[in-house]
């Protein structure tokens, strides 16, 4: 089992930035993806960002050159910078681990409004 614990969500205005963070605990395999999904009001949960092991990384195209993600130190945490925001990124996102399995999150609120 992997424990993902998640913060830094809120309340900005548009334009605005906030940074999140996802702490992994648990049997964390040495190969693996973690990444960011988001799951806005009424919609189906879609892939924000990832970065692998060796940290190549992958982009939404909505979010591409405004959401920056990074490793920690020890490769266990996960963060999502996140720049120019507008009312559309407001959603639940949600930290997700693959490596020996699937592992989520308990989701964190970030809301974008004036």
């Known amino acids: 089992q992997v424990q993902l614990v998640e913060s830094g969500g809120g309340l900005v205005q548009p334009g605005g930035s906030l940074r999140l963070s996802c702490a992994a605990s648990?049997?964390?395999?040495?190969?693996?993806?973690m990444g960011w999904y988001r799951q806005p009001p009424g919609k189906q949960r879609e892939l924000v960002a990832s970065i692998r092991t060796g940290d190549s990384t992958n982009y939404a195209a909505s979010v591409k050159g405004r959401f920056t993600i990074s490793r920690g130190d020890t490769k266990n945490s996960v963060y999502l910078q996140m720049n120019s925001l507008k009312p559309e990124d407001t959603a639940v996102y949600y930290c997700?681990?693959?490596?020996?399995?699937?592992?989520w999150g308990q989701g964190t609120q970030v809301t974008v409004s004036s």
């Open positions: 997700n681990h693959l490596g020996y399995g699937t592992f």
């Open positions: 648990g049997s964390i395999a040495r190969i693996n993806v």
